[in-house]
Structure formats: structure tokens, C-alpha cells
């Protein structure tokens, strides 16, 4: 039978210190209205443990078709034994909710809400949305995990972005055990950066490829997340199955085509490649070959291009470089003991 779904509480701010201990409290927080002057509210889940502990945050879907992180949520609020839980746990389940309703990427004026943090008070539709977003929901976290995949015609690694010279979100990184992490400093008016502003340890997690639901990458993503938790004395630890070492990539670029057709992309998402391999080739439309591309120096596939149709300046791939020597044993060691 259909469950019964517990009353939802609609709200203009967040402040979990008002809500009930050993509860999963359901809200809608209203952020701005529509054109008939109707509320647009994000939907919250906040689940509070008996015992006192830190605010642990959660967003998924701030671009409307990244998905993956949706059942990662749900799966984890279904896990959780108040009884156990120190602090709480707030999860915003989508945080784009127009471009989630619409299968689109972007909010309703074609903004990047991930690339024009922290808003403004008094700026476009899609600034003030983030301006209250930050203001009224992500001001009271203490950690945050960002979940993101990739984007339309893209796929990706299950990788993580995170600045690994900050020694707290260095940790979470490796506590969360993804196949890359890449060091990036939270400076590009993302999400993750606005909340490292604030002083809120934050990393950015992205759960392979948008539009769908891949279960072996949200499962991963949800024992990272349990990780992480147990960490911070959220949850009582137990002992898991870290796997293979993430592979730590110092920076990273994308590859460009230089002409249109159609784009062949020859690696696999988490291929090493050397430099000079060719990656990518152009076909016209006639079917007679036009461009290869190579790779420019070696390193790993963080993410691809798999649609085939590429016009002049389409996205390739985007390659990993390699953190070797002994920065890289610094930084594993750092965060391993931070």
C-alpha cells in the first residue's frame, strides 16, 4: 500500500534549532514568487537527532537534470536512527526546483544558479533566488556536500571537487572515496565556494551522468556520505569497504573542438592517456574524416562529450592531471590525519 506521507510545513527560513529532537521534519521554504505571484519553495528534509551535534548540510539538483543525488538523499534519510543521530541533518532535495520541473539545467532566465553565488538581495529572478538560498537555508550549516552529476551530453566520473589545501574539506574528499578528486580552490562563485566564504567546510561531490538514476553510483555516494557522518560523531562508525584509492588530480582542463561535425571521443570516463594519443576525431556529414584531436600532455578522464553532434568550440573532454610526487603523498597524508 501507499505510504502516508507526514504533513509538510511551509516556512521562510530555516532554523533548526526550533524544530523537534528524534524527528524528520518536512518543510517547503518559500524563495521567491512566480509571475502569478505564487510561492517558489525548495523542499527540505531535516532530521534531527536526541542528542546535540552539529548541522550537517545536503543539496542535490542545483541544475534541474543533475539527479543522481535525489535517491542518494532519500536512501540516507530512510537509513538514519534518530535514536543514534548527534545534530541534525539538512537535506535540500532540489534546490533548482524550476529547472527541475522544466528537465532543464539552468533556473527560468537561462542563469547558472552554480556560477552566480551568493546571489544578490536585489538582483535578477535567478541572483535573488540564490541571495535567499544562502540567507535563509545554507547560512546555518556547519559541513556541506553539494551532489551534482554531469550535464546534458556529458558523462562523467563519480569525482569530487574540493580545495585540498583547506585541511576539513581535504578530509571529507577522501572520507567520501570517489574514483578523482580534483583540488579547486572555492573561489568561482559556485554553491561550494559561497559556503566556504562563510566558513561552512564544503566539498562539491559529482555523481556521474545527468538525467537518470545510476544505483551502483548513488549506493557509493551514500556510504561516502555515512563516512563522512561517522567522522564528524554524527553517527556511530562501522566498518565499511573503503575500495581503491582515489586517484588526486591537481588541476584540470577541457578539450575544445576547433571544428563542427561529428565527434567521436575515443577514451572511457577514468582512462589514463598519454600526450600526442589521439582522443577524438571530427566526421562531416558526408562521412569523410575532418579533424583529430590529441591529447596535450597525460593525464585522466575526469569526464567526455557522448553526443556525437558538435558544432565549433563543443567540449571533448575534460582531462585530469595528475598530482604525483611528493605534494600529492602531502596532501593524502594531511588529509588522512586532519
Request: proline share 7%.
Amino acid at each position: 500500500m501507499p505510504q502516508v506521507s507526514p504533513p509538510t510545513q511551509i516556512c521562510s527560513r530555516l532554523d533548526p534549532s526550533k524544530l523537534r529532537k528524534g524527528r524528520q521534519t518536512r518543510l517547503r521554504v518559500e524563495l521567491i514568487h512566480d509571475g502569478t505571484g505564487q510561492p517558489i519553495a525548495v523542499p527540505v528534509v531535516v532530521a534531527r537527532g536526541t542528542r546535540s551535534g552539529p548541522v550537517f548540510g545536503i543539496t542535490a539538483a542545483i541544475h534541474g537534470n543533475e539527479l543522481n543525488g535525489i535517491p542518494v538523499i532519500h536512501r540516507l534519510l530512510r537509513s538514519i536512527d534518530l535514536a543514534q543521530l548527534r545534530g541534525t541533518i539538512v537535506c535540500v532535495v532540489v534546490v533548482n526546483v524550476p529547472g527541475f520541473l522544466n528537465h532543464e539545467r539552468y533556473f527560468v532566465d537561462g542563469s547558472d544558479l552554480n556560477h552566480i553565488m551568493p546571489g544578490k538581495p536585489d538582483g535578477s529572478v535567478a541572483e535573488v533566488y540564490a541571495f535567499r538560498l544562502q540567507e535563509r537555508i545554507i547560512h546555518c550549516f556547519d559541513y556541506l556536500v553539494d551532489l551534482h552529476t554531469a550535464s546534458f551530453g556529458r558523462a562523467n566520473s563519480l569525482y569530487v571537487r574540493a580545495d585540498m589545501t583547506h585541511e576539513i574539506s581535504a578530509k571529507m574528499a577522501y572520507l567520501q572515496r570517489p574514483q578523482i578528486i580534483l583540488h579547486n580552490p572555492a573561489s568561482d562563485y559556485t554553491l561550494r565556494g559561497a559556503a566556504m566564504q562563510l566558513g561552512i567546510p564544503s566539498i562539491t561531490v559529482e555523481i556521474r551522468d545527468p538525467q537518470r538514476f545510476q544505483v551502483e553510483y548513488i549506493r557509493r555516494s551514500l556510504v561516502g556520505l555515512r563516512s563522512l557522518l561517522s567522522e564528524v560523531h554524527m553517527l556511530p562508525k562501522r566498518p565499511v569497504s573503503l575500495g581503491p584509492e582515489p586517484v588526486l588530480c591537481e588541476h584540470s582542463n577541457w578539450l575544445y573542438t576547433q571544428h563542427g561535425g561529428l565527434l567521436d571521443v575515443l577514451p572511457s570516463v577514468m582512462d589514463h592517456v598519454k600526450k600526442g594519443e589521439i582522443v577524438a576525431r571530427i566526421t562531416d556529414i558526408y562521412g569523410d574524416r575532418t579533424a583529430e584531436y590529441r591529447c596535450p600532455t597525460a593525464g585522466i578522464v575526469i569526464g567526455k562529450s557522448v553526443n556525437p553532434v558538435a558544432q565549433t568550440g563543443s567540449r571533448i573532454l575534460h582531462l585530469g592531471i595528475i598530482w604525483k610526487g611528493k605534494t600529492a603523498m602531502f596532501h593524502r597524508r594531511h588529509a588522512a590525519q586532519a
